[in-house]
């Protein structure tokens, strides 16, 4: 089966504008602070989007449909909207990557890290929950925290990054946050319920890119 075509839209970067290649786009958006970019299946979605609003755009799950049966929904409920929702992309493993937190209900973005040169999609959903732990403490928060990550909550509960990625230049600035991300575990206690997302049962996580 062939691969599908993608068109990549770039709402913030070096040039802006939409592309019809991944290395064009990734040109566009390396090392540029706040980058805004989403692919889509067709030019004139692609063209479309560049007229309006990127946060228009990303976290999107259109259409979704459960494949769950009615009794495994009801079992597994709704989502608690009281919350932040954390994820994180990459394009590529390793990639391009950067992550975010957002309000559940209203896909309020509340904070956003990257684009990275280098990085990949476990490091990212990490470093979200370990900023979303953060930030719910400084602010003597009692909401509670969405992934979908079971890797990255792992991660947190043992207070440790296992990641595969070897250190280099290039990744060093992911790498000094998940220093920084194990040290703040290892010297802080929390009271955060941190939650798996159920994708299966409602659709992307609120917090995610829209890139897939």
Not at 93 to 107: A, F, H, L, S, W
Request: charged share 30%; with cysteine; glycine share 8%.
């Amino acid at each position: 089966m062939s691969k599908k075509k993608k068109f990549y839209t770039v709402w913030k970067g070096k040039k802006t504008g939409v592309f019809k290649k991944w290395n064009d786009c990734k040109a566009q958006i390396t090392n540029f602070d706040g980058a805004q970019y989403k692919s889509f299946t067709s030019l004139e979605a692609a063209e479309a989007a560049l007229e309006g609003n990127y946060f228009d755009y990303i976290g999107k799950s259109k259409g979704f449909k459960s494949e769950l049966t009615p009794e495994q929904l009801k079992k597994i409920g709704q989502p608690n909207y009281n919350s932040i929702s954390v994820d994180a992309a990459s394009s590529g493993n390793p990639g391009i990557m950067e992550y975010r937190g957002v309000d559940t209900k209203t896909k309020r973005q509340l904070f956003i890290q990257g684009p990275f040169p280098e990085g990949t999609n476990n490091l990212g959903e990490f470093l979200a929950l370990v900023h979303g732990l953060a930030i719910l403490k400084k602010n003597n928060s009692d909401l509670i925290l969405y992934t979908d990550s079971r890797t990255a909550m792992s991660w947190v509960r043992k207070k440790i990054c296992n990641t595969k990625l070897e250190r280099n230049e290039k990744n060093k600035p992911v790498f000094d946050l998940v220093d920084r991300a194990i040290d703040w575990l290892k010297n802080n206690s929390y009271k955060t319920v941190i939650v798996k997302w159920e994708t299966k049962a409602w659709g992307e996580i609120p917090a995610d890119f829209g890139r897939k």
